[in-house]
């Protein structure tokens, strides 16, 4: 399964994606038995995870973030 695919299933969770304060999230892993923190700096976002700091790209918890902010701003527009 893709990083896009799997960042969706974790966004439709229950409370798989939680804002703590306006720049940070908490996201659940993909299994649901870890937390990772993502931060939005503004110009990009940061993720604790493993695979960020190995890749230095987007991972799947950024991704879902990202997925729950846009179906928070254009609702059912977003699949």
């Not at 987007?58 to 973030?65: F, G, L, N, S």
Request: proline share 1%.
């Amino acid at each position: 399964m893709s990083r896009n695919l799997k960042a969706r299933d974790i966004a439709q969770r229950p409370n798989a994606v939680v804002r703590k304060d306006n720049h940070s999230w908490q996201v659940q892993s993909t299994d649901g038995r870890s937390n990772y923190t993502v931060i939005d700096w503004g110009d990009r976002k940061q993720c604790n995870c493993v695979d960020y700091r190995r890749r230095k790209q987007e991972c799947k918890h950024i991704k879902a973030v990202e997925y729950v902010v846009l179906k928070e701003r254009f609702g059912d527009l977003i699949n």
